[in-house]
């Protein structure tokens, strides 16, 4: 089966600094979206981008990995849920079921998804995948891809 994939952009962050920045415009770029597929090497930055995404939306609690947790729940600044899943100590698929992922997506709310590879067959068809790459001195490229497969 071939699954086209299609880049939106390509975006530059140059320092930790400016992920508030490069959030703000991807969420006012692709309104619509609520999941979003956070790819990229341990300590490329998924956290830092996630928790800018969650600072711009208002959440007001601390917010971290849920590296053991594997989902934590925030609210927005409007009081909505927003989702905030590390997959990374997942082995198996059948995992997610324990832990009603597929409902998480359905849900209409924001889910930010760290290490989203095991659950590429669950991903919905809008759902927006960032694709970080570290280029050096501490400058992270962003790649912005529609249908995660």
Same mark, same amino acid.
């Given at each position: 089966?071939?699954?086209? =994939?299609? %880049?939106?952009?390509?975006?530059?962050?140059?320092?930790?600094?400016?992920?508030?920045? %490069?959030?703000?415009?991807?969420?006012?770029?692709?309104?619509?979206?609520?999941?979003?597929?956070?790819?990229?090497?341990?300590?490329?930055?998924?956290?830092?981008?996630?928790?800018?995404? =969650?600072? %711009?939306?208002?959440?007001?609690?601390?917010?971290?990995?849920?590296?053991?947790?594997? %989902?934590?729940?925030? @609210?927005?600044?409007?009081?909505?849920?927003?989702?905030?899943?590390?997959?990374?100590?997942?082995?198996?698929?059948?995992?997610?079921?324990?832990?009603?992922?597929?409902?998480?997506?359905?849900?209409?709310?924001?889910?930010?998804?760290?290490?989203?590879?095991?659950?590429?067959? @669950?991903?919905?068809?809008?759902?927006?995948?960032?694709?970080?790459?570290?280029?050096?001195?501490?400058?992270?490229?962003?790649?912005?891809?529609?249908?995660?497969?």
């Amino acid at each position: 089966m071939l699954f086209l =994939c299609l %880049v939106l952009a390509t975006i530059t962050l140059r320092k930790p600094t400016e992920a508030e920045e %490069v959030a703000r415009f991807i969420l006012q770029s692709h309104a619509e979206a609520r999941v979003f597929a956070l790819v990229g090497d341990l300590g490329a930055g998924k956290t830092t981008l996630i928790k800018a995404f =969650c600072k %711009v939306l208002g959440v007001a609690d601390h917010t971290s990995s849920p590296s053991f947790a594997i %989902v934590n729940e925030y @609210r927005t600044g409007t009081g909505d849920p927003l989702y905030h899943f590390d997959l990374y100590r997942l082995k198996a698929a059948e995992e997610l079921d324990g832990i009603g992922f597929d409902e998480y997506l359905d849900s209409g709310h924001y889910c930010f998804i760290e290490w989203p590879e095991l659950a590429a067959d @669950r991903m919905p068809e809008d759902a927006l995948q960032l694709r970080i790459t570290v280029v050096g001195n501490g400058t992270r490229t962003i790649t912005l891809r529609k249908n995660f497969r």
